[in-house]
């Protein structure tokens, strides 16, 4: 491995290097499109495949000791995901399901294990993804779930509304996602989402429809969320 690659892997932020691997998956493999509500992956399935997000948001799950499950992560564009069994050879050890319409990258786990081998840039980019995971797991906890139950269906909200080209690019992107879809992945009671989402649309900020909200200010949200990470 040469001083300049570590040199150029340093230089690089956690996003460059999601997107790094992303663009690996991409350049070899099959894009597919899934629907809402579509689970590409089960907990407990071979690791037969990697993916990574083009567009979209996928919501890996998994279940905790009591039997219900609970959310782990949101991918979005640029994002590779399922890569850590696949590598070591281990079933899934947890789901993933689409929140929001995807187009995702899928490269078999043979074809991707060949690409690394001559691939050390990747390899780099898929260590200093996974370290960073392991080593600020509570921090990225936190930034899923945010520090209020307001903070939580707001980054989610954001999150859904970044997902696709279209979406970004409206000034009031319609997101088709259910009240009981937020309170699963925020990890919230329904009536604490109907009730947040009700002070939302009291604000100005959510247009609330059937099993769909639209986002009347996605900007003003988004400043309003970052003042509350700072207190």
């Not at 979005?76 to 590598?87: D, I, N, T």
């Not at 070591?88 to 294990?113: C, K, M, P, S, Y």
């Not at 392991?134 to 139950?149: D, H, I, K, Q, Y």
Request: charged share 25%; with cysteine; hydrophobic share 40%.
């Amino acid at each position: 491995m040469t001083a300049p690659l570590i040199a150029q892997f340093r230089k690089k932020s956690v996003a460059d290097w999601r997107a790094d691997i992303t663009d690996a998956i991409a350049e070899r493999g099959i894009l597919r499109s899934f629907a809402r509500k579509d689970v590409i992956f089960h907990q407990g399935m071979p690791a037969k495949a990697v993916y990574a997000v083009k567009s979209g948001v996928i919501e890996t799950s998994g279940l905790n000791a009591s039997g219900r499950e609970v959310t782990l992560s949101i991918r979005g564009p640029r994002e590779p995901f399922g890569y850590s069994e696949a590598v070591i050879g281990e079933q899934r050890t947890r789901q993933a399901g689409v929140l929001h319409d995807a187009e995702i990258w899928e490269l078999g786990t043979d074809a991707f294990l060949d690409m690394l081998a001559s691939r050390p840039d990747i390899m780099l980019a898929m260590l200093g993804s996974m370290m960073f995971r392991f080593t600020r797991s509570s921090e990225m906890r936190a930034e899923l779930r945010g520090t209020t139950a307001y903070s939580k269906v707001g980054y989610v909200l954001l999150q859904l509304a970044r997902s696709t080209p279209e979406l970004v690019s409206s000034p009031q992107p319609q997101l088709r996602i259910t009240h009981e879809e937020i309170s699963r992945v925020c990890d919230l009671s329904r009536q604490t989402v109907t009730t947040i989402l009700g002070e939302m649309r009291d604000a100005g900020l959510v247009e609330l429809g059937l099993r769909s909200i639209k986002l009347q200010n996605p900007s003003r949200l988004d400043e309003l969320l970052e003042r509350t990470r700072g207190d």
